[in-house]
Every structure is written in structure tokens, then in C-alpha cells.
């Protein structure tokens, strides 16, 4: 009869080290699920940011076309009212 104990001892041997192996899986797993979450978090943070740079620009866009208009009125319009004081004093024959 042989000796049981070698290859009992083989078979403890292949289940340490597929226990180890699972282990080292599990963990690797559990580092790179973790690595994704930061990284997914980084890159939600990266579009608010973007989103809020676009707000802000849209914003200053808007602006700048109303300080383009309240610039031109300021000067268009005292001219305009001064052209229109000028044809009315042309036609009533001048200041008295």
C-alpha cells in the first residue's frame, strides 16, 4: 500500500495556493473597483466644471452684447436728437 501522505500533501499544496491566488484576485479586483470610482468621481468633477466654465461664458457672452448696445445707444442717440433738433430749427426758421 502506498503512502496516502504525499499526495494528500500535493492536494492541501494546490488548495493553499488556489486560496492564495483567489486572495490576490480579490484583491486586485477590489483595488481596481476602487481605482474606477476615484476615477469616475475625477472625471464628474471634470464636466461640472466644464458645465460651470460654459455657464460663465455664455453669461459674459450675454453681457458684453448688452454693454455693445447700451454703448451704442449712448452715443447713436444723443446724435439722433441732436440731428432731429437741427432739421426742426432748419424748418422753423432758427432760434428766435
Given at each position: 500500500m502506498t503512502d496516502p501522505a504525499p499526495e494528500l500533501q500535493r492536494a492541501v499544496d494546490r488548495l493553499t495556493s488556489s486560496i492564495d491566488q483567489l486572495r490576490?484576485?480579490?484583491?486586485?479586483k477590489d483595488v481596481y473597483e476602487s481605482d474606477q470610482r476615484a476615477r469616475d468621481?475625477?472625471?464628474?468633477?471634470?464636466?461640472?466644471?466644464?458645465?460651470?466654465?460654459?455657464?460663465?461664458?455664455?453669461?459674459?457672452?450675454?453681457?458684453?452684447?448688452?454693454?455693445?448696445?447700451?454703448?451704442?445707444?449712448?452715443?447713436?442717440?444723443?446724435?439722433?436728437?441732436?440731428?432731429?433738433?437741427?432739421?426742426?430749427?432748419a424748418q422753423v426758421g432758427g432760434p428766435a
Open positions: 490576490a484576485e480579490l484583491v486586485r468621481a475625477q472625471f464628474q468633477g471634470l464636466r461640472d466644471d466644464v458645465t460651470q466654465l460654459n455657464t460663465r461664458m455664455d453669461r459674459g457672452d450675454q453681457q458684453r452684447a448688452a454693454d455693445r448696445r447700451l454703448i451704442l445707444t449712448s452715443i447713436i442717440a444723443p446724435v439722433i436728437v441732436a440731428l432731429i433738433m437741427l432739421y426742426v430749427a
